[in-house]
């Protein structure tokens, strides 16, 4: 019954299109996007591989020393995993010490370190947030191996009370994101399907975050990654109810003003029911996506190559 409501919805969510997804390409669409002015590009990312059951709860994701990394969320062990990005394969497993896994949801990095966001907020019942920051020289090249991270701890600046039901806070969180000299936090708003996002320092100590914006994104934002290269962001999500993942395309804004220049949503509505919570970047418009485990899909690894429609994107 569960595969044949699914079946239902994306036959539903198809039809409310006004154009269709090419094989592994992308259309522009001739509906315009609900939230904002800019008109909607379908795409459907390749399916590299399944991810291994460890990973069930993948969330948060970067590429480096040409591997993926990733994290499992909400009482999974303490541990950063690298992942071969063709088979799925785990090749390493580094341990923080003295680290807890409340809810981890987000990695992001610089040239010189890892972050790992124990951030999620699905209650709303937390004032207390912690990002974990990794030396990467400190990381062995093969092996695994256990890391003492520093601790970079942050509240919102926001007045907020505890929500009746469990998935109707504002400031629940799952992504991260490193961009110059700062780190910053976006919200997974389920009431409005907003979200707010924050500059926050990126040396140990223990602070407020710096409210810097918000934005109709249309959906519940679960990761973000960088281009640094080229200058260019994307927020990942899906759809509250009827789960269809998609993208924001970020690029040609000024500062940390972020919604300021180009933004492109990237639906992909043949992926539905898909639970994606992590996005890496390798180069230019290239890159990986994750998703976790559902009650009708496995853990899995896609790939996505929207430098085909590179034009549209500038």
């Known amino acids: 019954m569960t595969n044949l409501l699914v079946l239902f919805y994306f036959l539903i969510s198809v039809f409310q299109y006004n154009g269709n997804v090419e094989k592994q390409g992308i259309l522009l669409s001739s509906q315009k996007n609900k ?38 969320d909400s009482g999974g062990k303490p541990v950063i995993y690298k992942v071969d990005a063709k088979t799925g394969k785990i090749l390493q497993e580094i341990s923080i010490e003295g680290a807890v896994n409340k809810d981890w949801e987000a990695l992001t990095q610089d040239e010189n370190y890892i972050y790992v966001g124990d951030v999620g907020n699905n209650r709303g019942k937390r004032h207390k947030f912690t990002v974990y920051k990794i030396k990467k020289s400190r990381i ?126 990237v639906d992909m509505p043949q992926r539905i029911a898909s639970q994606t919570e992590g996005v890496a970047f390798t180069s230019g418009w290239k890159g990986y996506i994750s998703a976790e485990e559902t009650s009708v899909t496995y853990p899995v690894l896609f790939r996505f190559d929207l430098s085909s429609r590179k034009p549209f994107l500038k």
């Open 35 to 72: 939230v904002n002015t800019v008109k909607t590009v379908l795409y459907n990312p390749k399916i590299v591989t399944n991810l291994p059951k460890i990973l069930k709860e993948t969330s948060g994701l970067i590429f480096w020393r040409s591997g993926l990394w990733t994290i499992n």
């Open 140 to 265: 062995p090249k093969n092996g695994n191996a256990r890391v003492i991270p520093q601790t970079i701890n942050f509240d919102f600046p926001d007045k907020r009370s505890v929500p009746k039901k469990w998935d109707a806070t504002p400031f629940d969180c799952e992504a991260l994101l490193s961009w110059g000299n700062h780190l910053y936090v976006f919200t997974k708003d389920w009431k409005n399907q907003h979200t707010r996002f924050y500059r926050l320092s990126k040396n140990p100590g223990n602070y407020k975050a710096t409210f810097v914006g918000s934005f109709d994104v249309g959906g519940l934002i679960t990761a973000a990654a960088g281009e640094y290269q080229e200058g260019n962001i994307i927020l990942l999500g899906y759809t509250k109810g009827d789960w269809i993942p998609f993208m924001w395309a970020l690029s040609h804004f000024k500062g940390d003003d972020f919604f300021s220049g180009k933004k492109v949503r």
